[in-house]
Nanobody, 127 residues
Framework: QLQFVESGGGLVQPGGSLRLSCAASKFTLDYYKIGWFRQAPGKEHEGVSCISSSDGSTYYADSVKGRFTISRDNAKNTVYLQMNSLKPEDTAVYYC????????????????????WGQGTQVTVSS
């Protein structure tokens, strides 16, 4: 199983920032593309941002482009999502997942990932 421990979520005011962490459990992240996905109540999962395992290629959903930054630290077996200028529309449970699909765009847009969604971390943006 490819399992992750997501952390860093919480309650933040609009315009605030959070940094999410995705730590791999029982496997090494080096060989996989890693993505952040989110699910708001009553909505399907959507791809937020995905990052490659080698050349550093990234993909961002239009709704978060310029506000969120994805990065990875293979030495720590962890992927991060820095979220700035948060909006109420960003409220959701955030999950990370792994893929070997050809491109990061395909991973995020088509949600091609291994396994099933884990526990995630709750992000709530509200005044």
């Amino acid at each position: 199983q490819l399992q992750f421990v997501e952390s860093g979520g919480g309650l933040v005011q609009p315009g605030g920032s959070l940094r999410l962490s995705c730590a791999a459990s029982k496997f090494t992240l080096d060989y996989y593309k890693i993505g952040w996905f989110r699910q708001a109540p009553g909505k399907e999962h959507e791809g937020v941002s995905c990052i490659s395992s080698s050349d550093g290629s990234t993909y961002y959903a239009d709704s978060v482009k310029g506000r969120f930054t994805i990065s990875r630290d293979n030495a720590k077996n962890t992927v991060y999502l820095q979220m700035n200028s948060l909006k109420p529309e960003d409220t959701a449970v955030y999950y990370c997942a792994a893929s070997r699909i050809t491109t990061v765009q395909a991973m995020c847009v088509h949600k091609v990932v291994f396994g099933s969604w884990g526990q995630g971390t709750q992000v709530t943006v509200s005044s």
